[in-house]
């Protein structure tokens, strides 16, 4: 009769039976450094004779597979046989509504590819417009610093006019002042400007 096992038992277990205690210590997470042992065959109990009904039927018989324990732990697991190797089933030509979903998925599609083509033309096209409004507007502005620079040079020139007509007018008005004082001499005397 087969031993019930929990699945770190069945771990264990299935781990022995490969011979693999390295894997085995991996599974219960002991250190990979372990010294194995050779049980000799006499130790290992033999396994239990399964039932006459199984037999009947050879490819699912469980194999037996026998572990180094004092009471002769047998665990029983079922082997892969004939009857697993299936032909999948040849693939099935598509139905007409999924043809329908697939032809309505494809023009979804390309709406969507059209629509995004003319949102990235239109973009591009704003962009464009945009570089073209910041060249202007660099252009506007060179201009008005140009006409700007102008307009203080004549009002430099203006105000450099302005100043030596005040000081000419500063004379004359000092010579008539000193005409009617007497100083006969700054009478009349005029550079010929009045």
């Known amino acids: 009769m087969p031993i019930r096992l929990s699945p770190l038992s069945l771990c264990l277990v ?3 039976a490969a011979g693999s205690l390295p894997a085995a210590a991996q599974v219960i997470g002991a250190p990979p450094a372990i010294r194995t042992i050779d049980i000799p065959p006499s130790r290992i109990a033999p396994p239990e004779a399964a039932p006459q009904e199984a037999e009947a039927f050879p490819e699912a018989q469980p194999a037996a597979v026998e572990t180094p324990r004092a009471g002769g732990l047998v665990l029983d697991l079922p082997r892969t046989g004939a009857s697993d190797t299936r032909v999948p ?12 979903m697939e032809a309505i998925a494809a023009a979804e599609a390309e709406k969507l590819r059209q629509v995004n083509s003319a949102q990235l033309s239109a973009a591009q096209a704003q962009l464009d417009r945009i570089a073209a ?16 620079a ?19 007018r500063e004379r004359w008005e ?19 400007r009045r």
């Open 14 to 16: 299935t781990a022995l």
């Open 89 to 100: 089933p040849p693939p099935t030509a598509p139905s007409a509504e999924q043809l329908a």
């Open 133 to 148: 409004d910041k060249a202007a507007q660099q252009e506007r502005l060179a201009r008005y610093r140009t006409e700007a």
């Open 150 to 168: 102008a307009h203080a040079a004549a009002m430099s020139d203006y105000a450099a006019q302005l100043a030596a007509a005040r000081a000419d």
């Open 174 to 192: 000092a010579d008539v002042a000193a005409c009617r004082a007497g100083d006969r001499l700054r009478c009349g005397v005029t550079d010929g």
